[in-house]
């Protein structure tokens, strides 16, 4: 049963470009979210999905981020105009829908390492 | 709100020695708390999870943690430290809210000396 699967793993981008993350859950998995990790820090919430729905996204800056999970294929996380603040490690981690979901680890993919020059 | 203090941000321990990785906690109600441990370049693994049963709750690898209300801690220890052991350790906090999002602390870098 594979993992959650991210790609790229590492992704350079210029000044003023986009940068797509790409994250596949964990079979059977319909919750996905979404963290960041700046140099030296712990990981921070960013958004939180459910198939077609953004639940929380109270971690999320205002301007230039954006996160869909579709019905079909991947959850991304878009970042627009990309400036050199933005360079981090982005992980994704999903969960099964569970009554007790509190309880419930999340599973994290290796993470997508955005470089911004 | 929920929250983790990572009370070290470096422990350094010989080979073969014990390991204590220290952690209090903040909640209004009985918390979900677990470690993650985060290798060089890697994503995380969790270690361990308490979920208000046993408080003494073992993980993999030989790591325990002990939950301890009246101190509002939950400290990650290993008897015998080992280099492979060498790695970031998050002590992390489940929000029991309706997204059940993880609140991390700011993390324990662990070095293990030859």
């Known amino acids: 049963n594979a993992g959650v699967m991210q790609n790229p793993r590492h992704l350079v981008r210029r000044r003023g470009q986009e940068a797509r993350l790409r994250c596949s859950p964990m079979?059977?998995?319909?919750?996905v979210y979404w963290y960041r990790q700046l140099p030296e820090e712990g990981l921070k919430f960013m958004v939180y999905?459910?198939?077609?729905?953004?639940?929380?996204e109270s971690g999320m800056p205002k301007e230039r981020f954006s996160a869909e999970f579709p019905k079909e294929g991947p959850s991304i996380l878009r970042i627009q105009q990309v400036v050199r603040g933005d360079s981090a490690a982005y992980f994704c981690?999903?969960?099964?829908?569970?009554?007790?979901?509190?309880?419930?680890?999340?599973?994290f993919g290796n993470g997508t390492r955005l470089t911004v020059t | 709100a929920q929250s983790v203090t990572q009370l070290d941000s470096h422990v350094s321990v010989s080979e073969g020695t014990p390991v204590l990785l220290r952690c209090n906690y903040s909640?209004?109600?009985?918390?979900?708390l677990f470690w993650y441990v985060q290798h060089p370049n890697k994503g995380l693994q969790l270690l361990l999870k308490?979920?208000?049963?046993?408080?003494l709750v073992k993980g993999i690898n030989g790591f325990e943690a002990e939950f301890k209300k009246s101190e509002t801690s939950f400290h990650l220890t290993k008897p015998s430290a080992h280099m492979s052991d060498a790695a970031e350790y998050f002590c992390?906090?489940?929000?029991?809210?309706?997204?059940?999002?993880?609140?991390f602390g700011t993390g324990t870098l662990l070095a293990v000396q030859p």
């Open positions: 079979k059977g998995h319909s919750h």
């Open positions: 981690a999903s969960s099964p829908w569970d009554r007790s979901s509190y309880n419930s680890p999340l599973h």
């Open positions: 909640s209004s109600y009985s918390p979900s």
């Open positions: 308490y979920t208000s049963a046993a408080t």
């Open positions: 992390v906090v489940s929000d029991r809210g309706a997204t059940n999002k993880l609140i």
């Open positions: 999905l459910q198939k077609e729905n953004i639940i929380d």
